[in-house]
């Protein structure tokens, strides 16, 4: 909300917000987007967290409580991680 007040206080034009606009609005602006969330504690829910950055994240639950999330952990998550098939929002069209 942040981000859509300051573009209408700049005065912008409506036709010409973009994504990356919007994008260069954000307090996070000069950081990449996550690849991946990790959501502890058993959460299936987002809570309102980088919802803009990540759209095309990938997302790991896991019902270790974060005090306890540890090496071991974090391997799992990135190993659940490298086992994806990242499309980017694309559909995955049959070869002919």
Known sequence: MDAVRQIIADGRDPETISEEMISSYL????LPDPDMVIRTAGEMRVSNFLLWQSAYSEYYATSTLWPDFGHEDL???????????????RLDVPSK
């Open 75 to 89: 391997l799992a998550a990135l190993e659940s991680f490298n086992q994806r098939r990242r499309r980017f929002g």
């Open 27 to 30: 307090y996070t602006r000069d």
